[in-house]
């Protein structure tokens, strides 16, 4: 650490442990050092997302070495590139694809190198976005849309991302469907009320809090319905006319899988990328052979669908829900704010 010099040391959040707080330091970390293939990027922007909790609490699974720098989803500006590079030049305004892939196995191959075997991710594996620069392969930086602020570059890449995948590639949801949105206010879940809205669908979304169940519905939701004081599945049953929702989108887990299950009409599909109140529900299998349910895993996306995500946004000027915006100094507020669940948006940390 003595041997850094100034100028290759830069600000970071990163963790020396797991458990608590107190193992996020915010300190210098030496710069990367760039190699040919790949883009050094002034980060100005990174947003919090449910895996960083994962890492500071634990980490278990995960391969990584520590000291790590934190942080997933970034955007910020090219400080350097290969020269000729055919669509990357210095002083593009870029934000990132959180995984690194290695190109070459089966799934790579096939163009889904969100199954990569190998899978490197940002914040993760890696050292991440919780700084003031990042090297990744250059195919990680994707142009921002214009006009976009760093906060709002940095939230596409991995909860819009994960939204559009589970609507867009797994759901195929069609503009005339109803989709019913469990836990409105996270960052996955009013990615995909936005999503799901502009591609036409009619959106039904649920939150314990009411305060959430409004706000959603002014950001267009078509229905709310409040998960504390009333009955989901009659809810869902009443405003669809018995029939049942066509697309189920979940993150929540084992405490709304059985609603979840029940909400969905037959024939119907359930998409899941998480579970936050744990991954051990009871599987109902009676109801999905006899119902024909179709359920689809999903997590992440590729960077075509990122790409393909850029010019949707951009054509909607759809916008991610932003939170709070902390500086770097108070990375610890701002992780403390994830874990309490009262933000609805994203939190953001503005790195330059
Ligand atoms: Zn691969």
């Known amino acids: 650490m003595s041997a850094m010099s100034k100028e290759h040391k830069m600000k970071a959040v990163y963790l ?25 990027v002034r980060l100005h922007a990174a947003t919090l997302n449910r895996v960083d909790l994962y890492m500071r609490d634990s980490g278990a699974g995960i391969t990584h070495t520590l000291p790590q720098v934190m942080g997933i989803d970034g955007a910020g500006v090219v400080q350097a590139v290969d020269e000729g590079h055919p669509e990357l030049k210095a002083g593009d305004r ?32 890696r050292d991440g976005t919780l700084a003031e620069y990042i ?68 959106v039904i979304v649920t939150s314990r809090e009411s305060g959430k169940l409004d706000r959603a519905l002014a950001l267009g939701a078509d229905a709310a319905i409040c998960s504390s004081t009333q009955d989901v599945v009659k809810e869902v049953m009443r405003l669809t006319g018995k029939r049942g929702v066509d697309v189920v989108f979940e993150n929540v887990g084992a405490a709304v899988w059985d609603s979840a299950l029940k909400s969905a009409v037959r024939g119907g599909r359930i998409v899941t990328c998480g579970a936050t109140t744990g991954d051990q529900p009871g599987a109902d299998l009676r109801r999905v052979f006899i119902r024909q349910l179709q359920i689809y895993g999903s997590t992440l996306g590729n960077l075509s669908e990122l790409r393909d995500l850029v010019r949707f946004c951009a054509q909607h000027q759809l916008r991610p829900v932003m939170d709070q915006v902390y500086p770097l100094e108070q990375a610890h507020a701002a992780l403390d704010r994830l874990a309490s669940g009262q933000q609805f948006g994203k939190i953001a940390l503005r790195l330059a």
């Open 16 to 40: 020396t442990g797991h458990g608590g707080n107190e193992v996020v330091r915010i300190g210098d970390r030496p710069m990367p050092e760039r190699k040919p293939g790949e883009v050094l």
């Open 135 to 202: 090297r990744v392969p250059a195919r990680n930086a994707v142009r921002m849309p214009e006009g976009w602020s760093f906060e709002e570059a940095a939230a596409l890449g991995v909860n819009h991302l994960t939204a559009w995948r589970m609507l867009m590639t797994q759901a195929r949801l069609k503009p005339w469907e109803t989709v019913l949105i469990f836990g409105i206010g996270g960052g996955v879940s009013l990615a995909g009320l936005q999503l799901a809205k502009a591609m036409g669908a009619r």
């Open 94 to 125: 870029v934000l990132l694809y959180p995984g690194v892939t290695c190109g070459h196995c089966e799934f790579c191959v096939r163009g889904e190198e969100v199954l990569c075997t190998s899978m490197k991710l940002l914040g993760e594996h």
